[in-house]
């Protein structure tokens, strides 16, 4: 009797420990850490003034020379093995639609053929975006998913390359055989996008559009209208436009649209100065704070998708009102833009203490094989950092894996969920998948405090 009530109390409390498992539905950090910015970045904001006036200024200009890179190419850099490298891959692996049914082999045969890739490049034209659009591995808006659940499927569409924003210059090398899909390149990412997107520039235009002085905006998301009042597309934080002058109603600057024989004509618009800047933006901390509160509990975006941001494009529509260019993939963002710092074969403990101590809150930037994240500084003694993640790992009382959906940026620590895994591995926290971290901002010694002298900057 006494070794049945035990088993009993056994299971029950089991249960019961099951039950404080997997509740609450929020993670610790997301709900006991504030999610706002300006309750941690004030104490960091002589930091800002290691970054000189001329030297963001140099930073801007080549902000832009890569911006407008795709107007200023004879040809697309990109071979035809790489071009039909998605189809043969996609071929072997053909996956699941939004249906949950698997595609078919005719199915992306059909894909094939309508890209007509035995005759690429057919195109070699420049062009701008006239909607906030996508990049697509394959000519389709269809998706493709390694299977259907919410682990190794949705919101994972392999075939979503990048969202790319309005009236981004790109360059078109080929067009499909019904003209409804342009292979493109942009400053920052290759793939197919709708015809439907695009509008074909000429050198008037160009000239008109690289003016020399720019807007950007700096509220996610905001509706621009014409002269008229005629609603055009809305305007995603980070986005660059040929700027005006400023006035008592705003600041003014150009955007495109198409004509109805496709080319790009000039419509004139007005936003707010709430809205928008001139670039560059001042890097300081009321401007940091202002941009980072903007981009708090925005949904995850795999790959752009839903005109929402990924961990990378996160980071990198961040940095853009500042004039700091960051490439489009997490792992170029950690290797190529800075002092990369590897952190891959330290203890957990190691590298957050080497964090804490070398990284420059705020200017600097947290990898961990495909994610990357900011580093805001030591709060509670605890390096947090500022990061658009889908998922953290969980693992139950019998050491099974599992994940717990957070789905939008956060503010946390390197240790997401830590109260979801009873078991403490170190494979399963960020922290322990960290590989590095990169100074966007360097000094000599790379110590990054901002006592020292003779800071430079990172092209």
Known sequence: MTRCFFRIALVVVVFALWGCFTFPDIIKDVRELPQDHK???????????????????????QYNTLFF???????????LDEAVFEFKKYRERL????????????????LAANARLQDYPNGGFRAITVDNTDFRVLPTAKPHFYSF????????DNFQNSGIAVNTPIYISHVSKDKAWYLAESSFAFGWIPARSVATVDQDFIKTWEAGRYAVVIKDKIPAY????VFLFKLPLGSLFPAGGEGADGIRMLAAVADTKGMAVVRNVVISREMAALKPMKLNAANMTRLTNELINEPYGWGGMYQNRDCSSMVRDLFAPFGLWLPRNSGDQAKKSG?????????????????????????TLIWRPGHIMLYMGEHGGKALVFHNLWSIRTRDLLGRKGKKVVGHAAITTLRPGKELRIIDLPGDDLLGHVSGMTLLVAFPDAAGTAALPGKRILP
Not at 39 to 61: G, H, R
Not at 149 to 156: A, I, N, S, T
Not at 339 to 352: P, T
């Open 39 to 61: 309750v941690y970045i004030a104490k960091y904001a002589p930091v800002f003034d290691l970054v000189a006036d001329k030297d963001q200024q140099t930073m801007d200009t």
């Open 69 to 79: 890179s795709p107007w200023h190419i004879e040809k697309s850099a990109h071979t």
């Open 95 to 110: 996956g699941y639609g939004e249906n949950g049914r698997k595609h078919t082999k005719t199915w992306i045969k059909s």
């Open 149 to 156: 659940d919410h682990v190794d499927g949705y919101p994972f």
């Open 226 to 229: 014409d002269e008229n009042g």
């Open 339 to 363: 002092v990369f710092i590897d952190l891959a074969n330290l203890s957990r403990q190691e590298k957050e203490t080497l964090i804490m101590k070398r990284g420059i809150p705020y200017l």
